[in-house]
């Protein structure tokens, strides 16, 4: 929606330009559950390693794999849920996905997806599969290691989860997760924000997706109106929400970040399961 990208074909066609750099030594990480991704790999520079979550040795990456070329699979390996090299037509295990802290025991799929791409990016850098377990293994989704990114925090007697969820399908993914850790009666409560710089459309999207899952929700737009007057953010988020069917009483609109943060804190109960998507994720 802006500088003249307004669809997924436009977009994918300019980050494209990223994989048609690499120098002819280096490679090229596609990810083969996505087409417009897959296709990419026409243009390519550098050798191609993909990575996929299916498991699938057929199509594109079966061609690929039967000819000896590298790709890094989620699948059943000796009975076990693993991420896999495929190379030179032989496969490697690196990890059982529950040995990969950041993934929840492999609740969060967008973490496994992340350690495919990750590990197939360590292999382009020449690192060795026992290496890139490690690493894996020992990689946290915690603040420390890394903010903002599905951070749990368990201080308050309730449940704190910070992500920066700030677009619709990041929410959907982070919103599919929360349904699989939640505690069978917990509330869910969240602070929700978009950047004023997305299209109205996507900013009411936002606000269904929060609206037909949350039982409280805050939306908040500081620090990142970007340019849209104050208040119209979190006004089309509220629209969004009861277009979900939420009622108004679930609903409360707080400008700042700082007041959203509070009055989420505020409102929970021991029990509870508080989602936080902050900008500024230190002061959060």
């Known amino acids: ?3 003249g990208i307004d669809t997924l074909d436009d977009l994918a066609a300019v980050k494209s330009v990223v ?4 120098r002819r030594g280096g490679m090229s990480v596609l990810n083969a559950d996505d087409p417009r991704t897959l296709a990419m790999a026409r243009h390519a ?14 199509g594109i990456v079966g061609e690929h794999i039967a000819k000896g070329g590298r790709a890094m699979l989620r699948e059943n390996f000796g009975g076990i849920d693993q991420i896999v090299l495929h190379e030179d037509r032989s496969c490697v295990p690196i990890i059982p996905v529950e040995g990969i802290p950041a993934t929840l025991g492999g609740a969060l799929a967008f973490n496994v997806q992340n350690a495919l791409a990750a590990a197939c990016c360590c292999l382009g850098l020449g690192m060795g599969p026992d290496a ?5 293994g020992s990689f946290t989704s915690s603040f420390d290691q890394n903010p903002g990114r599905f951070n749990i925090h368990d201080g308050h007697g309730f449940r704190v989860v910070l992500d ?3 677009n619709p399908a990041a929410l959907a993914a982070l919103l599919k997760a929360v349904r699989i850790i939640r505690p069978l009666e917990a509330r869910v409560l969240a602070t929700i924000s978009m950047p004023g710089d997305r299209r109205d459309e996507d900013i009411r999207e936002m606000g269904r997706l929060a609206g037909g899952e949350l039982d409280l929700v805050i939306f908040r737009e500081l620090p990142d109106t970007r340019g849209r007057p104050p208040g119209e953010v979190v006004r089309l988020l509220a629209e969004g929400a009861r277009e979900a069917g939420c009622s108004s009483d679930r609903i409360v609109m707080a400008l700042a970040e700082e007041d959203a943060t509070e009055e989420c804190l505020s409102r929970a109960r021991p029990g509870d399961l508080v989602i936080l ?3 500024k994720v230190e002061a959060v």
């Open 1 to 3: 929606g802006t500088k």
């Open 19 to 22: 994989a048609e750099s690499v």
């Open 45 to 58: 520079g550098g050798a191609v390693c993909y990575f996929s979550m299916t498991g699938a040795k057929t």
């Open 132 to 136: 890139i377990g490690h690493a894996l």
């Open 164 to 166: 920066y969820a700030h």
């Open 277 to 279: 998507t902050p900008t």
